[in-house]
């Protein structure tokens, strides 16, 4: 390596993933091919819709606008009337975003988080929490309490992430909960940013479509307070619409943070192009493909969950989202490898932090057919 290479590049970890390679060589051993419930991507067709609106704006010779068209901004404030129960968003107080993870890395940076400040994040989380106070010279605390830490470290908060339903445990944070993780945030002066890429998602008692409650938003009145300062809510089209490919997503909330959001955006020309905001100005409007995808995923999840009961599997919290958070109660590699064996690839527990171990993660981003296999060599091995 010379000397310039040593000077330059950030300081980053290794990509987690890449030490899932032997394990996915070995589940590609096996006569069915490899079964890889590892990762959230969607496999389902992109609805007919959504193809057409992109289809529809694919002639834009000039450049999009950052903060959004306005068409697209009240599709937004709508989505969120119709669907979270915030009523009266004003539309200026939305942005869409190239996907959630890009804000989710760059927002410490974006508020200014200087040398000193604290990043809080849930204690098993999705990396980029980690790695947004990395890139911006922060601290970053693994807490789901902040009465957790001592009165130097509460005093230096500056953003608090909360993840609800959360990646990869699926648990969901109750309206009085977030209620109270607000005014904790106001008294400190800090922001609260809200990852809710997983809230259409909801099981169980969540599941809104089966009788169940609404997962609520931190923008949500009886959340908020009746003010959204100091508020962002963080929302991907990926997981409802299978939009993954098309990074569409949106952050609103705090009409004082948002112009200087905006701007920083502009300067760095982090611009989410015409016709994906085309496509996700209808994809907002439509709920009947996202209730019907929301019924693949339920099927899906209703055959993993006994089969990985049977395999011997005990499934944590789970209550939302994408993932069946499960144990052992063996170490997390332990278990990656039996499943591996089995032709079954899944997430381990220990890459989002170290109260992960012990824990995998599977994913309900199966086809039809996939998920059928998994379920079959599960209940093979017994």
């Not at 339920?298 to 395999?311: G, H, K, Q, T, W």
Request: glycine share 10%; hydrophobic share 45%; with cysteine.
């Amino acid at each position: 390596m010379t000397a310039a290479a040593k000077t330059f590049g950030l300081a980053l970890p290794d990509y987690p993933w890449e030490a899932m390679a032997p394990y996915l060589a070995k589940a590609s051993e096996h006569a069915g091919g490899a079964v890889n419930l590892s990762i959230g991507t969607p496999v389902d067709p992109t609805p007919a819709l959504i193809q057409d609106a992109l289809k529809a704006a694919a002639d834009a010779p000039g450049y999009p606008t950052v903060h959004g068209t306005p068409a697209l901004r009240d599709a937004i404030a709508g989505w969120f009337e119709r669907r979270r129960g915030v009523a009266g968003l004003d539309p200026r107080n939305v942005m869409p975003t190239v996907g959630s993870k890009e804000l989710v890395a760059w927002l410490p940076l974006l508020l200014g988080l200087r040398p000193g400040d604290v990043v809080v994040r849930p204690k098993v989380a999705y990396p980029t929490y980690d790695i947004g106070a990395t890139l911006a010279g922060v601290t970053s605390v693994a807490t789901d309490n902040l009465d957790e830490l001592d009165d130097a470290t509460r005093e230096r908060v500056r953003l608090i992430w909360v993840n609800s339903p959360g990646n990869p445990t699926g648990s969901v944070r109750d309206a009085e909960s977030l209620r109270a993780l607000v005014v904790q945030a106001r008294e400190l002066g800090a922001v609260v940013a809200s990852d809710e890429c997983y809230a259409e998602l909801g099981w169980g008692a969540w599941d809104v479509q089966r009788g169940g409650q609404a997962v609520p938003s931190i923008l949500d009145p009886k959340v908020a307070g009746g003010s959204h300062q100091g508020l962002l809510a963080v929302y991907s089209l990926s997981k409802q619409s299978n939009l993954a490919g098309y990074r569409a997503a949106f952050v609103a909330g705090d009409p004082d943070l948002m112009p200087n959001l905006v701007n920083s955006r502009k300067h760095a020309g982090m611009i989410v192009p015409y016709p994906v905001q085309e496509a996700m100005r209808v994809a907002l409007g439509d709920d009947v493909h996202v209730e019907a995808q929301k019924d693949l995923y339920r099927s899906r999840r209703d055959r993993l969950v006994p089969a990985l009961l049977d395999f011997g599997l005990e499934i944590k919290d789970s209550d939302a989202g994408l993932y069946l958070w499960s144990t052992a109660g063996e170490d997390t590699w332990d278990t990656v490898a039996r499943l591996a064996e089995r032709g079954i690839v899944v997430g381990p527990g220990v890459f989002y932090g170290e109260a992960g171990n012990g824990y995998i993660r599977v994913a309900l981003t199966g086809t039809d057919e996939r998920i059928d296999a998994a379920v079959a060599r599960m209940a093979a091995a017994r």
